[in-house]
């Protein structure tokens, strides 16, 4: 059964950069597309993009100037970056596997509060 | 950006009792050459990952109990919830994966 976990630094300063990874177990990263969601503190979530089984990559138009996703196969890793951040960026960051040919996700990781301060 | 709206924010059921949140698109979320509407359905409790319940509008995932069903084509769409449970008091979001990817606001659903 896959398994996620995000990690990284859970406070950010800003105009700093955000940077996150996400550890798969249990399968491998050779198949699926894998996304990063966020959810800002009693709000619902936001989609931020995704990484292919080959490389290619999406964003949220809202997000794209700021976001990159980049993966490392042989580790079962991808991680995101968020440049420039602010307080409207602070929230839980998921990382998850999407369903195979849809949008939709499953499984999710267990979420990672980061906060944007100083 | 596909707006996806949810109503109503939040409703309260006795157990046992049926349970129905609503998810209006902004623009049809339906692709014709397949006849399939992108749009998923989540829940979730207090402190875990949103848990995806159904695809493509009405594919129930597995293991989900079978008194959760979704409808809907388009741009209007239902969750219902036959005969609530204590363990169905969670949040649900829709989320549309037709272009890009955006959700709902969420509708809290509580035991009366």
């Known amino acids: 059964q896959v398994h996620l976990q995000e990690s990284g630094p859970g406070l950010v300063k800003p105009s700093e950069t955000l940077s996150l990874t996400c550890t798969v177990s249990g399968g491998s990263m050779t198949s699926h597309f894998w996304s990063w969601i966020r959810q800002p503190p009693g709000m619902g979530p936001e989609w931020i993009g995704f990484i292919s089984h080959t490389g290619n990559t999406g964003y949220n138009p809202s997000l794209k100037s700021r976001v990159s996703i980049s993966r490392d196969t042989p580790k079962n890793e991808f991680s995101l970056k968020l440049t420039s951040v602010t307080a409207a960026d602070t929230a839980v960051y998921y990382c998850?596997?999407?369903?195979?040919?849809?949008?939709?996700?499953?499984?999710w990781g267990q979420g990672m509060l980061v906060t944007v301060s100083s | 950006d596909t707006v996806m709206t949810q109503s109503p924010d939040s409703l309260a059921v006795s157990l046992g009792e049926r349970a129905t949140i609503d998810c209006k698109a902004s623009?049809?979320?339906?692709?014709?050459?397949?006849?399939?509407?992108?749009l998923a359905w989540y829940q979730q409790k207090p402190g875990q990952p949103p848990k995806l319940l159904i695809s493509w509008a009405s594919a129930r995932e597995s293991g989900v109990p079978d008194r959760f069903s979704g409808s809907g084509s388009g741009t209007d769409f239902t969750l219902t919830i036959t005969s609530l449970q204590a363990e169905d008091v969670a949040v649900y979001y829709c989320q549309q994966y037709y272009n890009t990817r955006t959700f709902g606001q969420g509708t809290k659903v509580e035991i009366k």
């Open positions: 623009r049809s979320i339906l692709y014709s050459p397949n006849n399939k509407s992108y």
């Open positions: 998850a596997r999407d369903r195979y040919g849809s949008g939709s996700s499953s499984p």
